[in-house]
């Protein structure tokens, strides 16, 4: 890449992410390290940084850096905890998630990009982030409880598994709407064994794919 990566991840940052409200430190902070020109295709690298989502391949998306920030913040990571995501993609919100500390279980239902993901988190030495092939919106019942849950695809409904695989105290965070490809993106928390849901705002992911998705 001819343009300096680090210059256009401090554009993103301050433009798309400050500017707009985001105010977690660490979430800001992890965002400018985090070279998220290598989640995505070579021939892509330039456009890392702009302010839409990208392919990468198979009909799937990277997230709008804004919305990686929006969740990661409303998701209130602290290092050490168990966080589960669906919907690994290209890793880059798992590896947001591992700079915070926390030990990362990600679920992706496609083979390849399953694959591509767990070498390219390997290959930038994190090795707190566990990538499994399966339909997440069941859930990881062997390592559950989770103190927080990420997904980053709309389904129709809020799995029933991951509330269950939600623990005491824990966030989940996630698209849901009647529609393909429109959501509200919902905050949902357990606190004295009540469930909580709040909406956040309208959101746009790819499908949730699975027995409790599309
Ligand atoms: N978090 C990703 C972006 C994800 S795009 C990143 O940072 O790059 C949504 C992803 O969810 C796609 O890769 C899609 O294949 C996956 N997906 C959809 N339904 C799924 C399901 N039931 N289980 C696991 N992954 C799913």
Known sequence: MRVDPRRMRERMVDEQIVARGITDARVISVMRELPRHLFVEEAMAKQAYKDNPLPIGEGQTISQPYIVALMTELLQVEPGMKVLEIGTGSGYQAAVLAKLGADVHTVERIPK??????????????????????????????????????????????????????????????????????????????????????????????????????
């Open 113 to 214: 990009l399953c694959e591509s993901a767990r070498d390219r988190l390997r290959a930038m030495g994190l090795f707190n982030v566990h990538v499994k092939l399966d339909d997440g919106t069941l859930g990881w019942p062997s390592i559950a409880p989770f103190d927080r849950i990420l997904v980053t695809a709309g389904g129709p409904e809020v799995p029933p598994p991951l509330v269950d695989q939600l623990a005491e105290g824990g966030r989940l965070v996630l698209p849901v709407g009647p529609t393909h490809r429109l959501q509200s993106l919902l905050l949902i928390e357990k606190k004295g064994g009540q469930v909580q849901r709040r909406e956040v705002c309208g959101v746009q992911f790819v499908d949730l794919v699975g027995a409790h998705g599309w």
